[in-house]
């Protein structure tokens, strides 16, 4: 990849997370307000996860540059925010968000991979997907809040329309690389360990429902959620690059991803007793530090297979993510539609701590 190509994914990747900051957190609060129950939402999510997990497997059986996806990928996200101006049907809706994310996410994540080398590894994913997200996101929800607030939300999708728009513009810039390998599975019983843990870290996710209504419960007003979202944002930004810098230094991935992991299970349950908006900020310095160790898992799943592997193994670590998010669909009914958050955290933070026994697996595997 060369040095220009480097430079213009990183300009595209902060705008793109930039426009996701504006209004991504808030999707949950337009549904509800659009008049979509609990069980609408859910069904929204689960054409979402179906063609995130699904569609990358396709892509990559049937085109040769799965590289240049992601350009698709901002264009269909784009396109996903003209379908919410003028659309309320679940279905819809879930396909137009799912056909985004899934063909950005896995050939966005072949590029981080292709870009580093096992040295640098932790640093440059965390770099990619976490610090500029992470900075993107001290921004993105003050003003999106604000926007909103002020505006209402169809003036924002619009916003997001054209600043997506740009960023495709500027996509088509970088310097793609053919696909070595179509879709071929690495036969090796690593892949369907690590094919089980994110599964269950599927199933552990709360971001895309139950996290953004449950700040926007205890912060009250959209434009006071943004500010929340933001001032979390800043002490998650402060944590990531060290910890991943260390990571790479200390060649300790599985480590870091078990320190990673109990970080989340405790941020869950001290979640589970939040009552004022002052304390999910105060938390948000645990979860950024839950979320930069746990980068490391990504970046040890890198490192455990060769690079002409590696547009495979992403795409089936979607659909790892894709069961256990579906899976993650009938609690979040269960538990939100009596909203029971405080049951439901603490059911995710149980459930990781079945993430313990494949990193000590992968622990003593390293030790031999």
């Known amino acids: 990849m060369q040095t220009n190509s480097v430079k213009?994914?990183?300009?595209?990747?902060?705008?793109?997370?930039?426009?996701?900051?504006?209004?991504?957190?808030?999707?949950?609060?337009?549904?509800?307000?659009?008049?979509?129950?609990?069980?609408?939402?859910?069904?929204?999510?689960?054409?979402?996860?179906?063609?995130?997990?699904?569609?990358?497997?396709?892509?990559?059986?049937?085109?040769?540059?799965?590289?240049?996806?992601?350009?698709?990928?901002?264009?269909?996200?784009?396109?996903?925010?003209?379908?919410?101006?003028?659309?309320?049907?679940?279905?819809?809706?879930?396909?137009?968000?799912?056909?985004?994310?899934?063909?950005?996410?896995?050939?966005?994540?072949?590029?981080?991979?292709?870009?580093?080398?096992?040295?640098?590894?932790?640093?440059?994913?965390?770099?990619?997907?976490?610090?500029?997200?992470?900075?993107?996101?001290?921004?993105?929800?003050?003003?999106?809040?604000?926007?909103?607030?002020?505006?209402?939300?169809?003036?924002?999708?619009?916003?997001?329309?054209?600043?997506?728009?740009?960023?495709?513009?500027?996509?088509?810039?970088?310097?793609?690389?053919?696909?070595?390998?179509?879709?071929?599975?690495?036969?090796?019983?690593?892949?369907?360990?690590?094919?089980?843990?994110?599964?269950?870290?599927?199933?552990?996710?709360?971001?895309?429902?139950?996290?953004?209504?449950?700040?926007?419960?205890?912060s009250g007003t959209v434009l006071y959620m943004g500010i929340v979202l933001a001032s979390s944002a800043v002490l998650i930004s402060v944590a990531t690059f060290f910890v991943n810098w260390l990571s790479d230094v200390k060649k300790s991935r599985v480590s870091f991803a078990i320190v990673g992991t109990m970080l989340n299970v405790l941020w869950y349950f001290l979640l589970s007793f939040v009552s004022t908006s002052n304390e999910i900020v105060a938390l948000s310095l645990l979860s950024g530090l839950a979320s930069a160790f746990s980068i490391s898992w990504f970046a040890h799943y890198g490192d455990s297979f060769e690079r002409e592997h590696y547009a495979s193994i992403l795409v089936i670590m979607e659909v790892g993510l894709m069961v256990g998010r579906i899976m993650n669909l009938a609690p979040t009914h269960i538990f939100l539609s009596g909203n029971d958050f405080a049951g439901y955290f603490r059911l995710l933070g149980v459930s990781l701590f079945f993430m313990i026994p494949f990193y000590l697996a992968f622990r003593r595997k390293g030790q031999t």
């Open 8 to 218: 213009t994914l990183a300009l595209v990747v902060g705008l793109f997370f930039f426009t996701s900051n504006l209004s991504g957190s808030f999707l949950p609060i337009y549904f509800k307000e659009a008049g979509l129950s609990t069980s609408e939402i859910a069904e929204v999510l689960l054409f979402t996860f179906i063609l995130i997990g699904l569609l990358p497997i396709i892509l990559l059986r049937k085109i040769k540059n799965f590289e240049k996806t992601v350009c698709f990928g901002i264009f269909s996200t784009m396109l996903f925010y003209v379908v919410l101006i003028y659309f309320t049907n679940p279905v819809i809706l879930g396909l137009a968000y799912g056909l985004g994310i899934a063909t950005f996410w896995p050939s966005f994540n072949l590029l981080q991979f292709r870009l580093s080398e096992s040295r640098n590894r932790a640093r440059t994913v965390s770099l990619f997907s976490s610090i500029i997200p992470s900075l993107a996101g001290i921004v993105g929800p003050a003003v999106g809040g604000f926007i909103i607030e002020n505006f209402g939300f169809t003036k924002l999708f619009a916003a997001a329309v054209i600043l997506y728009l740009i960023t495709f513009v500027l996509s088509t810039r970088i310097k793609f690389k053919p696909e070595v390998r179509k879709f071929s599975i690495p036969k090796t019983k690593t892949l369907t360990m690590f094919l089980m843990t994110f599964i269950i870290l599927g199933f552990c996710e709360s971001h895309w429902f139950a996290y953004p209504s449950f700040v926007h419960g205890i």
